[in-house]
């Protein structure tokens, strides 16, 4: 299994500026836990300090917003992950 | 019927030739624009080329919105202030660059930090915003008060070479307590001038779009402009039902 997870501009220089990283898992949760063993410097831009989804952090999953609740959603081969932090700048 | 307030004059229908000839567009949605009002919420990197396109479409009203003073370190993306404008009310300097483009444009300048007291007398009775703003608790604000007030909220916002724009119309869209519910330490942001420009534009079609009734609107998609890859992608909000802006939690209160 070989899921791809985008990184928003912002979150690249935690990831060795990387603007994608290829992930295992079966679910949403364990591809973005297999992204913090990668780069464990993501993981406090990601997750608070109870292991929950930042509530300024969004995750889309084929294309379409995933909710902090719903992170056990099964992924498939191919699929591509976002993960947006918020951006307020203008 | 348009009143004869709204009709167009000779001088405007061969002004705005070129986009009364888009199918759907015509006179009608000129006169559409004529009588539109829009709140411009910040005129700075975003606020600046929605202005300066929204104004030379023929917006009818444009409400700036504004409290920041020009500074030396604004000027390579808030391309409606200029080097002679330095330490001038942002408003001020915008209104006098928009009125030289179209002297048919009213514009209406308020130099206030938009707050939980004020912001519903700042949005009443207009037909649609932009959120062009800096700041996050503001952005929430103002989309809050636009659910309440049944306003079309056009959010756009960047960082670097990046930028994200969703069109939200109340109780038809996901809005953008929908895709974000919290707000992180703020922090100084780096910006392109460039990436405020494309987005700003965006955001200016989005409105014009409503407002003449053409189009497909950006709503529960958010697009995302990726400079550096030159890539745009596009991505599907739902509406929350639990949202505390827009779902069924909702309160009435601002």
């Given at each position: 299994m070989s899921i791809v997870i985008n990184l928003p501009a912002y979150l690249r220089s935690y990831a060795n500026d990387k603007e994608s990283v290829k992930v295992k898992g079966k679910t949403i949760q364990e591809c973005l836990n297999d992204l913090i063993k990668q780069y464990p410097e993501l993981k406090k831009m990601v997750f608070d300090q109870d292991g929950q989804l930042h509530t300024y952090v969004s995750i889309f999953a084929a294309n379409e917003i995933v909710y902090s609740d719903q992170l056990d959603k099964s992924v498939k081969d191919g699929d591509t992950i976002h993960i947006l932090y918020i951006i307020g700048g203008g | 019927m348009p009143s004869k307030f709204t009709m167009l004059t000779l001088e405007e229908k061969q002004r705005y030739d070129r986009q009364i000839m888009i199918p759907n567009f015509g006179e009608a949605g000129q006169e559409k624009l004529k009588k539109a009002k829009i709140v411009i919420a910040g005129s700075g990197g975003l606020g600046s080329p929605a202005a300066i396109y929204l104004a030379a479409a023929g917006v009818g009203t444009l409400r700036i919105i504004d409290n920041d003073k020009v500074e030396l370190s604004n000027l390579n993306r808030q391309v409606l202030h200029w080097d002679k404008d330095i330490g001038r009310s942002k408003v001020e300097s915008a209104a006098e660059k928009l009125t030289q483009l179209n002297k048919g444009v009213r514009l209406e300048t308020i130099a206030k930090t938009i707050t939980d007291k004020n912001v519903v007398e700042m949005i009443a009775g207009f037909n649609v915003i932009i959120d062009?703003?800096?700041?996050l608790p503001t952005r929430f604000l103002l989309n809050k008060a636009a659910i309440e007030y049944n306003i079309p909220f056009i959010h756009g916002a960047v960082y670097g070479l990046e930028g994200r724009v969703m069109t939200i119309v109340p109780g038809k869209s996901a809005c953008l307590r929908c895709l974000y519910q919290g707000i992180p330490p703020k922090k100084k942001f780096p910006v392109l001038g460039t990436t405020p420009g494309i987005i700003g534009c965006i955001q200016a079609t989005e409105a014009i779009k409503l407002i003449t009734g053409i189009g497909k609107s950006l709503t529960n998609r958010l697009l995302i402009y990726d400079g550096l890859n030159m890539k745009f992608t596009e991505l599907i909000v739902k509406h929350r039902k639990n949202c505390e802006h827009c779902g069924t939690k909702a309160g009435k209160q601002l």
């Open positions: - | 062009a703003l800096d700041n």
